[in-house]
């Protein structure tokens, strides 16, 4: 079981994360996580700029949409592939829905209002509510690039998600419960479309 998780700073994407995992009992990997796992491995510092998502500049962006080789890097995506193989999880980020997709994974992506995510980055982190809302527009863009960059997809598009979830006015528990009931019964149709093959898609 993969569920894949992207957000939008400030919508409490990272706390759904962490409870859907929690009520699943898997694994939860965060960049964080990630990051430790790719240094016992060895393979942090090959991997260090993907692993930390750092921001892509503009011309080598412009250089790999030119190039299928980055969408996203095949080195990249087998290793995180390796690090995680043979687990069920719930990964934060990274081009995760992307790399994933073959593995039937369940991808999801979470948003909110502006003005819930800049209230929330202020009772987080302490901060204004000016420097909340620039500290939202960079990591946003941060994440934006970032994924376009090693994907050739837009980040926090609908289609390229299972499913999309505004955090706004629920609850992070509602919203992880949501989820679990999601791929529940997803899996339910894909056990009744294996156990009875009269049943087509």
Known sequence: ?????????????????????????????????????????????????FFEERQ?????????????????????????KRLTKGKSFVIMEVCSNYIFRDDDATSVFIHAQADYKVKEIERRLGYSEEKAKNFIKNTDLRRKEFHNYYTGEFWGEGKNYNLCI????????????MIVSYVNAKQGKEMEILTNPTIKE
């Open 56 to 80: 892509v500049n503009s011309l080598l962006y412009s250089l790999a949409r030119r190039s299928e080789e980055f969408f996203p890097s095949t080195r990249e995506r087998h290793f995180l």
């Open 166 to 177: 505004d955090s706004t006015q629920i609850d992070p528990e509602f919203a992880a419960d």
């Open 1 to 49: 079981m993969i569920i894949t998780v992207a957000r939008e700073c400030g919508s409490n994407g990272h706390l759904i994360g962490e409870l859907v995992a929690k009520k699943l009992g898997i694994e939860f990997y965060d960049r964080k996580t990630l990051i430790q796992m790719a240094k016992d491995s060895g393979g942090y510092d090959e991997f260090r700029g």
